[in-house]
């Protein structure tokens, strides 16, 4: 399980969380739903092929969406290594999870 993963594995299904993709550009506010097993969609023998854990996301408010992302309240998103976010915080603003280049942007 990578880093991030076992961050968000520390806390419930339904704990509130923001979740932030290319350093501002889409914000996300929601609830953590449930964290599976996948893999990338390639067969297990094709080169590339790779599983991962990943955290179905309810989004509940979109707060920043620069991109224009099809994103609606009340649907499940992935949150995985094949979809990572800049940050994720608790709704109190604590951050659980940054990405590496976040980390020493602000050492």
């Not at 609606?72 to 709704?91: C, V």
Request: proline content about 2%.
């Amino acid at each position: 399980m990578d880093e991030m993963m076992q961050e968000i594995c520390k806390y419930a299904n339904g704990t509130h969380l923001e979740v932030v993709w290319n350093y501002g550009e889409c914000v996300l506010s929601g609830n953590i739903d449930t964290i599976y097993e996948t893999n990338n969609g390639l067969d297990e023998e094709e080169e590339g092929y790779k599983e991962f854990y990943a955290c179905a996301f309810r989004v509940n408010n979109i707060i920043v969406n620069k991109k224009r992302k099809a994103f609606e309240p009340d649907t499940l998103i992935e949150i995985s290594i094949e979809n990572q976010p800049t940050q994720i915080m608790l709704q109190d603003g604590t951050v659980i999870w940054k990405t590496l280049r976040e980390r020493h942007a602000n050492t």
